[in-house]
């Protein structure tokens, strides 16, 4: 079967953006030097930005090069951006020694660790079990913070969320007793993802984040569940895939295939293998590991969206009659015969709250 991926065909401005990324300083110089006056280019690249989880930080170089006007108005939105940085590290590396230091068996997600420009909002820590809940809620109540409960109809009844009182902006910590995409339980095994949890590093604070294939799956469906990929996820997905030595392309696919994320899966890894070339020059995922998702009814129907696609603009918004009514039947189908009638209400649940979203 003959593939037929877009291959280059990416918006100008996500280009320039992949192009910041690889800092190519010598291209950047010229693009910004002929932006003198463009108001609103440089407001398109800063929306960009942010829309995509991306810091303003990496236009730094680049606004000596642009009229004083524009320079002025850039150099506000890269000293929030610095002052946003510096607070969320600060909380994510008070919250990582606070959990150690308490013996609470932990692991940081959605942590997009891998992206040196990355714009990170909320912290979310996955517990292992009530025991482990109930002494993170203490450490994090006797530091100062803040406890409340989140929403019953739309998060595990169990989760926590917590922040600093008069910090400002505001970090928001939610800690999962599950990893769950709104209601809908993701792994068929937590236990799993905790004996497989590696040390990372985030700008030299060390913390416990899952596996290089935990942390793809983890990345995959959280991005599909908000039928939104940002470059920031993709880039997070291709430095973990070209960073790990051997990667095990099986566990990851039966992690899918056993909990009905496969069209997740395979959508973001698609889009991997169509950004590799415009990060790398190469492509990172061999052909035949794609193939083998395309044996399912859903990610033939995501295969022709992708292919029908004339330009690949970011964040890539995923239409609602994949992500949320077709994904809502695969689910189903591929869950009935052995998941908790319980659990596959909430799972069909959280397709029908993303649906009826915004």
Same mark, same amino acid.
């Given at each position: 079967?003959?593939?037929?991926?877009?291959?280059?065909?990416?918006?100008?401005?996500?280009?320039?953006?992949?192009?910041?990324?690889?800092?190519?300083?010598?291209?950047?110089?010229?693009?910004?030097?002929?932006?003198?006056?463009?108001?609103?280019? %440089?407001? *398109?690249?800063?929306? $960009?930005?942010?829309? &995509?989880?991306?810091?303003? =930080? +990496? @236009?730094?170089?680049?606004?000596?090069?642009?009229?004083?006007?524009?320079?002025?108005?850039?150099?506000?939105?890269?000293?929030?951006?610095?002052?946003?940085?510096?607070?969320?590290?600060?909380?994510?590396?008070? %919250?990582? *020694?606070?959990?150690? $230091?308490?013996?609470? &068996?932990?692991?940081?997600? =959605? +942590? @997009?660790?891998?992206?040196?420009?990355?714009?990170?909002?909320?912290?979310?820590?996955?517990?292992?079990?009530?025991?482990?809940?109930?002494?993170?809620?203490?450490?994090?109540?006797?530091?100062?913070?803040?406890?409340?409960?989140?929403?019953?109809?739309?998060?595990?009844?169990?989760?926590?969320?917590?922040?600093?009182?008069?910090?400002?902006?505001?970090?928001?910590?939610?800690?999962?007793?599950?990893?769950?995409?709104?209601?809908?339980?993701?792994?068929?095994?937590?236990?799993?993802?905790?004996?497989?949890?590696?040390?990372?590093?985030?700008?030299?604070?060390?913390?416990?984040?899952?596996?290089?294939?935990?942390?793809?799956?983890?990345?995959?469906?959280?991005?599909?569940?908000?039928?939104?990929?940002?470059?920031?996820?993709?880039?997070?997905?291709?430095?973990?895939?070209?960073?790990?030595?051997?990667?095990?392309?099986?566990?990851?696919?039966?992690?899918?295939?056993?909990?009905?994320?496969?069209?997740?899966?395979?959508?973001?890894?698609?889009?991997?293998?169509?950004?590799?070339?415009?990060?790398?020059?190469?492509?990172?995922?061999?052909?035949?590991?794609?193939?083998?998702?395309?044996?399912?009814?859903?990610?033939?129907?995501?295969?022709?969206?992708?292919?029908?696609?004339?330009?690949?603009?970011?964040?890539?918004?995923?239409?609602?009659?994949?992500?949320?009514?077709?994904?809502?039947?695969?689910?189903?189908?591929?869950?009935?015969?052995?998941?908790?009638?319980?659990?596959?209400?909430?799972?069909?649940?959280?397709?029908?709250?993303?649906?009826?979203?915004?």
């Amino acid at each position: 079967m003959k593939r037929e991926f877009i291959k280059n065909h990416i918006s100008q401005i996500d280009m320039l953006i992949i192009r910041l990324l690889r800092n190519e300083e010598d291209y950047l110089k010229k693009i910004f030097g002929r932006m003198v006056d463009n108001t609103y280019i %440089v407001k *398109r690249i800063i929306n $960009k930005l942010k829309s &995509n989880k991306l810091s303003t =930080k +990496i @236009l730094l170089p680049y606004i000596t090069y642009v009229s004083r006007k524009i320079a002025r108005q850039t150099y506000q939105y890269i000293l929030y951006n610095c002052k946003y940085e510096e607070i969320w590290q600060k909380q994510f590396s008070s %919250v990582s *020694r606070l959990l150690q $230091k308490h013996n609470v &068996n932990h692991v940081f997600i =959605k +942590i @997009l660790s891998k992206v040196p420009s990355v714009l990170m909002g909320d912290i979310d820590v996955l517990i292992y079990d009530t025991v482990d809940l109930w002494k993170a809620a203490v450490a994090l109540s006797l530091s100062g913070y803040k406890l409340y409960k989140l929403n019953i109809l739309l998060d595990h009844p169990l989760k926590i969320g917590a922040y600093m009182p008069g910090m400002e902006p505001t970090i928001p910590i939610d800690l999962y007793p599950e990893l769950i995409g709104n209601r809908r339980k993701i792994v068929g095994s937590k236990e799993a993802v905790f004996k497989r949890k590696v040390i990372g590093s985030y700008k030299q604070v060390e913390f416990f984040m899952p596996s290089p294939e935990d942390t793809i799956y983890i990345t995959a469906v959280h991005a599909y569940s908000h039928l939104e990929i940002t470059l920031a996820e993709i880039l997070q997905g291709l430095n973990v895939i070209k960073e790990t030595v051997h990667f095990d392309w099986e566990y990851l696919y039966n992690s899918g295939r056993f909990y009905g994320t496969l069209d997740a899966l395979y959508t973001y890894l698609s889009l991997l293998n169509i950004l590799s070339n415009a990060f790398f020059n190469e492509k990172i995922i061999d052909e035949s590991i794609l193939y083998k998702y395309e044996n399912i009814w859903i990610n033939l129907r995501i295969r022709r969206w992708l292919t029908s696609l004339k330009r690949l603009s970011f964040p890539l918004t995923i239409p609602k009659y994949i992500g949320c009514l077709h994904s809502a039947i695969y689910y189903s189908l591929n869950n009935v015969p052995y998941m908790d009638p319980r659990e596959l209400l909430y799972g069909l649940m959280t397709h029908v709250l993303m649906y009826l979203s915004d």
